[in-house]
């Protein structure tokens, strides 16, 4: 009875010592190096000051808000970051808090701010959808460098392509530029499946949902060249390996990294704390080495820096924002139809 009574006290002990009090704060994210960046780089500044521990929940834009819906009357995760088109459906779905006001996001671009989410989320990082080549192969065979969509179609690339299927923000996005370049919209996207089935399928090797086997085929010299972000071409890139992005003379679809708190998600006032962090210009900056371009107007970047992220009048004007609305509302039917005919 005594041991038991001591281990008693020891456990009331350790509760009440502020290493057991330290808060908990789930945080979920993109995985793989934008994972890494943020628990070395992003989390302990925010953890220092506030005295809590984040935990990264690693996923895609579409796990994460799979984990959402799941959790949806018991929420354990407090704030997530996806891309702006399953952020918008987060939006409708219920899924994001009203963000608090703060004078951080009057520093915000239009396209960043929680207006432009009705109220419920932030932009805190910018990517562009273009073209990701392999430079040390293109020189090698003394081709140009790609400066248009229709260059992924190109004879000499057969089955040297890669990219998103529609389920990947990249693929999606690919389908919506080939369907602008043919004719069609948002409202008309038979003229992009028909161009994505007839000229560009016979080019690509396969369709990767995965980002890192993506890579890995740009490593293993099975690819030349292939739709991608920005921020995914920088963290390539960093690891050595020989790859550029181009921003298409058509147009490079806009990708806004997006953060909400969540509804009903525990620590609702860190959460919101969190959010305006994670847009001021010091972390701005800690996100641009891994290719997000920043969304708050006063962050200032290296020369080296802004040259790899959508960052600055000339490179924004070549992104394109999207109506969300419409591809929100008939993703499902394009998803049916692209498994049906073009994979």
Same mark, same amino acid.
Not at 78 to 105: E, H, K, N, R, T
Not at 192 to 218: C, H, Y
Not at 259 to 272: D, F, I, R, Y
Not at 311 to 332: C, F, H, P, Q, T
């Given at each position: 009875?005594?041991?038991?009574?001591?281990?008693?006290?020891?456990?009331?002990?350790?509760?009440?010592?502020?290493?057991?009090?330290?808060?908990?704060?789930?945080?979920?994210?993109?995985?793989?190096?934008?994972?890494?960046?943020?628990?070395?780089?992003?989390?302990?500044?925010?953890?220092?000051?506030?005295?809590?521990?984040?935990?990264?929940?690693?996923?895609?834009?579409?796990?994460?808000?799979?984990?959402?819906?799941?959790?949806?009357?018991?929420?354990?995760?407090?704030?997530?970051?996806?891309?702006?088109?399953?952020?918008?459906?987060?939006?409708?779905?219920?899924?994001?808090?009203?963000?608090?006001?703060?004078?951080?996001?009057?520093?915000?671009?239009?396209?960043?701010?929680?207006?432009?989410?009705?109220?419920?989320?932030?932009?805190?990082?910018?990517?562009?959808?273009?073209?990701?080549?392999?430079?040390?192969?293109?020189?090698?065979?003394?081709?140009?460098?790609?400066?248009?969509?229709?260059?992924?179609?190109?004879?000499?690339?057969?089955?040297?392509?890669?990219?998103?299927?529609?389920?990947?923000?990249?693929?999606?996005?690919?389908?919506?530029?080939?369907?602008?370049?043919?004719?069609?919209?948002?409202?008309?996207?038979?003229?992009?499946?028909?161009?994505?089935?007839?000229?560009?399928?016979?080019?690509?090797?396969?369709?990767?949902?995965?980002?890192?086997?993506?890579?890995?085929?740009?490593?293993?010299?099975?690819?030349?060249?292939?739709?991608?972000?920005?921020?995914?071409?920088?963290?390539?890139?960093?690891?050595?390996?020989?790859?550029?992005?181009?921003?298409?003379?058509?147009?490079?679809?806009?990708?806004?990294?997006? +953060?909400?708190? $969540?509804?009903? @998600?525990?620590?609702?006032?860190?959460?919101?704390?969190? #959010?305006?962090?994670? =847009?001021?210009? %010091?972390?701005?900056?800690?996100?641009?080495?891994?290719?997000?371009?920043?969304?708050?107007?006063?962050?200032?970047?290296?020369?080296?820096? +802004?040259?790899? $992220?959508?960052? @600055?009048?000339?490179?924004?004007?070549?992104?394109?924002? #999207?109506?969300?609305? =419409?591809?929100? %509302?008939?993703?499902?039917?394009?998803?049916?139809?692209?498994?049906?005919?073009?994979?």
């Amino acid at each position: 009875m005594k041991r038991i009574s001591v281990l008693a006290m020891l456990a009331a002990s350790v509760a009440a010592s502020p290493l057991a009090a330290q808060e908990t704060l789930y945080f979920a994210g993109y995985s793989g190096d934008f994972q890494t960046m943020f628990e070395n780089e992003i989390a302990p500044g925010f953890e220092a000051e506030h005295d809590v521990n984040i935990v990264f929940v690693p996923g895609n834009s579409s796990q994460t808000i799979a984990k959402l819906q799941a959790q949806r009357n018991n929420q354990e995760i407090s704030v997530a970051l996806v891309d702006d088109g399953p952020m918008q459906m987060a939006v409708q779905f219920g899924l994001c808090d009203i963000v608090s006001d703060a004078d951080a996001y009057a520093d915000l671009y239009d396209m960043a701010k929680p207006e432009a989410f009705e109220g419920k989320a932030v932009g805190i990082g910018l990517v562009a959808t273009g073209i990701a080549y392999n430079k040390e192969k293109f020189d090698g065979q003394g081709w140009d460098a790609p400066t248009s969509w229709n260059d992924l179609t190109d004879d000499r690339f057969d089955k040297r392509v890669t990219s998103n299927p529609i389920s990947g923000t990249f693929g999606l996005n690919s389908l919506l530029m080939f369907a602008r370049m043919n004719g069609g919209s948002e409202e008309n996207i038979q003229p992009g499946m028909d161009a994505i089935r007839e000229r560009l399928a016979p080019k690509v090797v396969t369709w990767s949902s995965s980002n890192a086997e993506m890579a890995q085929m740009f490593q293993n010299g099975d690819i030349d060249l292939g739709v991608w972000g920005s921020n995914r071409t920088v963290a390539l890139r960093n690891t050595g390996f020989p790859v550029e992005f181009v921003y298409p003379d058509e147009g490079a679809p806009a990708i806004i990294a997006s +953060a909400c708190a $969540v509804t009903g @998600g525990p620590q609702a006032e860190l959460a919101q704390q969190l #959010l305006v962090y994670l =847009v001021s210009p %010091a972390v701005q900056q800690k996100l641009a080495t891994e290719g997000f371009g920043p969304t708050n107007r006063k962050t200032i970047l290296d020369a080296d820096i +802004a040259e790899d $992220v959508p960052y @600055g009048e000339e490179k924004l004007s070549k992104m394109i924002s #999207l109506d969300w609305d =419409v591809i929100n %509302a008939n993703r499902a039917e394009w998803t049916k139809e692209w498994a049906r005919t073009v994979e």
